[in-house]
Structure formats: C-alpha cells, structure tokens
C-alpha cells in the first residue's frame, strides 16, 4: 500500500511538474508570436505572466517584457525591465543596442540629455561579480602567505611579492565595493509623469520629473510617498505609484 501511495504522489507531482513547464513554454511561444505579429500589449501580458506567476525572473523574460513597453511607448517601464536584463548579461550586444536607442529616445521626448551611465556600468561588469570575489581570495591567500615568508626568511622578494599581493587585494576590493554598488544602487524608474512635493503630504509641489528619468531613492519607509533626490541635489517626495524600484 505504501509503495503504490508513494507511486500515485510521484506519477502527481511529476505530471504537476511537467504541466508548469508546458504552461511556460506556452506563455513564452505566445508571447513571441504576438510580438512578431505586432500585438505588443498581448506578448507583454504574456511575458508579465511569467514574470508574475511563476517567478521566471531572467534575461529572455525581461528584455522582451522591455521590448514590449517600448513599442506600447511606455519608456520608462521599458527601461526599467531593460536595466533587470542588463543585470542578467550585461555584454548582450542586442541588449546595449535596444537600452542606447531608448536612453536616446527618452532625452529627446524629455529635452535632456541623459547620462552614459550604462556604458559604465557594461564596463564594471564585464567580469563575474564571483570571478572578482575568486580572484581576491586567491591575492589575499599570497598576501598572507608572502607576508609569513617575509617575516621567516626576510627575504626581498617576499617583501616585494607581499606588497604587490597588497596592491592587488586592494584593487580587487575596491572594484567589488563599486561592483555591489552598481547591481544594488539604490535607484527608481519614473513611469509616469508626476509633480514631487517638498513633504511626504502632498502639499507643495518643488518640481517635477518626466517618464524615464532614473532617480536615486534616499526613504521609502512612507506609505505612498518615497523621498528621491533631483538633479540639483535638492531632496523631494514622489508618489510610489509613479515609479518603479526594486524593493
């Protein structure tokens, strides 16, 4: 009785198994032939599907879901899944295509010019965040082990191996403290035009800001109202419902 139980859950939960995998292969196929045929908002709740209901956060879902709200001309929703993928494959030639086109469509629409920061970024993570943290272990090894040889034989090539082992865990640390500040920067997509308040009470608009436009997040703890800072460095409050951010 046991074995034939055990049997019925396995023949159950592979069947469950194989049908969440049809069902995304499903949603993925129609996503892309509505795409194709140029019915964007359908391959985008296709895609957002996915994304939502089965928690399939990677590159192919969110470039196309970007794709999709840039043909549905929704910058900022588009830049804001288009910089998830960058995340995913940062040296993607189509990727970095797609993001300039719509960096520049956005400064156009908005009459700014907005910053290469994504060049920048391509830069920094052109090599694995775990490929830095490899390589610094083994530099802070030699660093260790040149060090005890120095102290043991007093030897100049030791102290010299040790200062350069130094430089070098230095360096290493150093671009992996930017590297983390880069995947987690603390930043927002406006996706829709709004006015931002000096309070968190809705009061007195300061300024504003257009569909696009990346703002860095200093207070979410508000319930509708998260405090963001403005180009001229002055501090405003934006309603939540205007922006999208990594919570």
Known sequence: MKLKFFFVMFLLLSFAIFS???TVDELFTKGN?????GKYL???ENYQKLLNNFNLDNYAVNYNLGCCYYKL????????YL???FLFQPQNEDLKNSMNVLLDEIGKKNGYTEEDEF???RMLLFVSPLVVFIIF???FILLIFFIFMFLKKSSRIYFTLSIGAFICTIFLFSFAFVQYNTINDNCGIVVKDADVYLSADNSTPISSVTDGKKVRILDDSEENYLMIKLSDNTNGWLNKNCILYNH
């Open 20 to 22: 969440q995998e049809a």
């Open 33 to 37: 032939q509505a795409y194709i045929s």
């Open 42 to 44: 359908e391959a985008k």
């Open 73 to 80: 001309h929704q910058l900022g929703y588009a830049r804001f």
């Open 83 to 85: 910089e998830k993928a």
């Open 119 to 121: 060049s920048i970024k």
């Open 137 to 139: 272990c083994i530099f």
